[in-house]
């Protein structure tokens, strides 16, 4: 069975730049995650999807980042304008009414 | 608010000698707790459920246990490749697809 898809693995940007990332879920896992996770820190959620509708973004800041989930499968997270601060790793779940499984994540760096 | 304590935040230990990290909580209506494993540079990977005090799992060299206040990962005969971060995460709520709450992990070490 695949896992969790993410691309790309790594991403350069200048500061004030958008950015994007996709995930790709575990075939059927209606619920798809983004969190955040920083050097030496657990992930924190960011958004939560249950098949199309984002249930639980208050952690999200919505002055700068988007998230998307058209049909109920692959995820988008974008960021416009990226800050230095945004540099971290973006890591992606999902799971079907048990355990979450994570994608490998994008790991941002603004310059 | 809730929160999940891991410690201790690094770990070295010798191959073959066996040691536990720990996971202390504080949370309303837990459903759920979690370990997870994660490599440098990889997402984390799920290890075990653990859902009311009491409950032990265990997985080759691993075992986590639970109680009330914290759980435990006890790491028996360790070898070099169990080196990792250790993730613990809380779920509250009825429901399994409520977000996890995660510490920040304890970093082990195991020197052959």
């Known amino acids: 069975e695949a896992g969790v898809v993410q691309s790309p693995r790594y991403k350069i940007i200048e500061k004030k730049q958008p950015v994007a990332f996709w995930c790709n879920p575990i075939?059927?896992?209606?619920?798809l995650y983004w969190y955040l996770q920083n050097l030496g820190q657990g992930p924190e959620l960011l958004i939560r999807y249950e098949n199309e509708e984002a249930v639980d973004d208050s952690q999200l800041p919505k002055d700068r980042f988007s998230a998307e989930r058209l049909k109920g499968v692959d995820s988008t997270l974008k960021i416009q304008p990226a800050e230095l601060g945004d540099s971290a790793v973006y890591l992606c779940?999902?799971?079907?009414?048990?355990?979450?499984?994570f994608g490998p994540g994008t790991r941002l760096t603004v310059l | 608010e809730d929160q999940v304590t891991q410690s201790p935040e690094a770990l070295r230990l010798q191959e073959g000698e066996s040691s536990s990290l720990n996971c202390s909580y504080t949370v309303s209506g837990l459903r759920g707790l979690f370990w997870y494993r994660q490599d440098p540079g990889k997402g984390p990977e799920f290890l075990f459920t653990l859902y009311s005090a009491g409950e032990e799992k265990e997985k080759e060299r691993l075992k986590a246990t639970l109680t009330k206040k914290e759980s435990f990962l006890h790491i028996t005969a360790p070898k070099p490749e169990d080196s990792a971060t250790y993730l613990c995460?809380?779920?509250?709520?009825?429901?399994?697809?409520?977000?996890?709450?995660f510490g920040k992990g304890t970093r082990l070490s195991v020197i052959a």
């Open positions: 075939s059927g896992h209606n619920t």
């Open positions: 995460a809380v779920q509250k709520g009825d429901s399994g697809n409520t977000p996890l709450v």
């Open positions: 779940a999902s799971s079907n009414h048990n355990e979450q499984f």
